[in-house]
């Protein structure tokens, strides 16, 4: 994915599937895909862009995903879900006779005519969109709710309902994520101040129905009142875990005990990361000289006395909200049942950048306190700090062997990658 500090031209494939037409622009020599000029921003945020289509042209649209990007152009799929008004005289719409495009745009059209006959999550589908705004109007009994999209890609699609007194989250994950939804409206029936309320789920399509949070997110606050709040709220969690472990697996919460990932999965993601050329061969060769060390260190964890928890897999600041002065979690698509302390590294990590390093050891040292039923104060702060060395392989190892294989896109893939590796070389040159 590229940097967010350029424009870059916006071209759009709006499809109208029920007459099979295509909107374009027409001048008396040409047409051309609709496109316009625009700050480059995330790949799966929508908003901007069904905004300056309602705007130019009086449609109401969805916009389906990012079909290409290059250094210079983005091309989106957008699907008509309304015609507000008027055309523009500069605008219609074609079933055929597309001849007069550009050779670039004909090429454009012809690998996503391709690329639709394998669409596989639901929310790349047309039709998906008006079918899911006729399952809120029975689950709110309410035909005047306004829906917003917010983003679509492959990690998820989310929409903002909007009605008269409240306002909601509708969030749909692909399978590899389908415990988030089950997982959440589990830890708002047992802990339903820490966790958004879950209205519904329509588990079939991994999608389920939230509250609106409404306050600022902790990452920004500089109140470590609200900081020492979430971290002990998520070790309050994931306690009360312990006692749901079997119902968690039922719910098809991964398992994946830090030992197991890096001994059976580590070398091999690095091998295929090199391979792809996502890292470099001087960087491949440092970390894989360290990998027995690394395995070793693992072997360790196997004679915890800490037991498998939930694991949050992205607990920071910015999936944490403050709502009525209280720290709420939300986000649990990468949750899983591991060595609990893997929550709380990147969140320590931020404490230090944000107040201090003093700052991040006495939050630590809360946290650890919540888990001194299973081992002293010193063998925890010790098995922390193993932990802490260990986690960039950890997370770098899952997400390439168990997330990144049910993508095609991967937008973000090079970043993700980049974020674990430098963590994991910083790691290494800190020993």
């Known amino acids: 994915m590229k940097t967010l500090d350029h424009e870059l031209l916006h071209t759009f494939i709006i499809y109208a599937e029920k007459d099979e037409a295509i909107l374009v622009d027409v001048d008396s020599i040409a047409i051309s895909l609709p496109s316009y000029r625009a700050k480059a921003s995330h790949i799966a945020v929508t908003n901007h862009i069904n905004r300056y289509l309602e705007n130019e ?22 699907e008509l879900i309304q015609e507000k008004g008027l055309l523009p005289s500069k605008a219609k719409w074609l079933h055929n006779h597309l001849d007069k495009l550009s050779d670039g745009e004909k090429k454009i059209l012809k690998s996503w005519r391709s690329a639709s006959r394998q669409v596989s999550l639901p929310w790349f589908k047309f039709g998906w969109r008006n079918r899911m705004e006729a399952w809120l109007e029975k689950t709110f009994y309410d035909d005047s709710l306004r829906v917003e999209q917010v983003r679509s890609w492959e990690r998820s699609a989310l929409f903002k309902v909007i009605g008269q007194r409240e306002s909601y989250f509708v969030k749909a994950v692909p399978s590899v994520f389908s415990h988030e939804p089950l997982v959440s409206r589990f830890l708002h029936q047992y802990q339903p101040l820490d966790v958004p309320e879950i209205i519904d789920a329509e588990m079939d399509q991994n ?24 971290v002990l709220s998520l070790a309050d969690i994931q306690k009360n875990s312990l006692e749901h472990i079997e119902q968690l697996k039922e719910l098809k919460c991964p398992v994946r005990p830090v030992s197991n990932i890096i001994q059976d999965y580590s070398e ?22 360290t990998l027995p060390r690394l395995i070793n260190k693992s072997e360790l964890l196997k004679s915890t006395n800490v037991p498998l928890a939930l694991e949050h ?75 802490k060395s260990i986690a960039p392989a950890y997370g770098l190892t899952v997400y390439q062997t168990f997330i990144f294989p049910n993508f095609n896109d991967n937008w973000d893939k090079q970043q993700i990658v980049d974020g674990y590796i430098n963590s994991w070389v910083k790691a290494l040159d800190m020993e």
């Open 57 to 78: 042209y009086n449609i109401k649209t969805n916009v389906i995903k990012c079909h290409y990007e290059n250094e210079k152009q983005r091309v989106f799929v957008v």
């Open 207 to 230: 999608c389920y129905v939230m509250k609106e949070l409404k306050g600022p997110l902790l990452g920004e606050t500089t109140n470590m009142t609200y900081w020492k709040e979430a």
């Open 268 to 289: 091999g993601t690095l091998y295929k990361l090199y391979r792809s050329n996502y890292i470099q061969s001087e960087v491949y060769q440092k970390l894989i000289v």
């Open 313 to 387: 897999g992205d607990f920071f600041g910015g999936n944490i909200i403050v709502q009525d002065g209280k720290s709420v979690i939300y986000d649990w698509s990468d949750c899983c049942l591991s060595h609990p302390f893997l929550s709380v590294v990147t969140f320590l990590e931020e404490v230090e950048q944000f107040f201090s390093k003093a700052a991040a050891l006495a939050l630590l040292d809360e946290y650890l306190e919540q888990w001194n039923m299973f081992a002293s104060k010193e063998a925890l702060a010790k098995e922390y700090e193993l932990i």
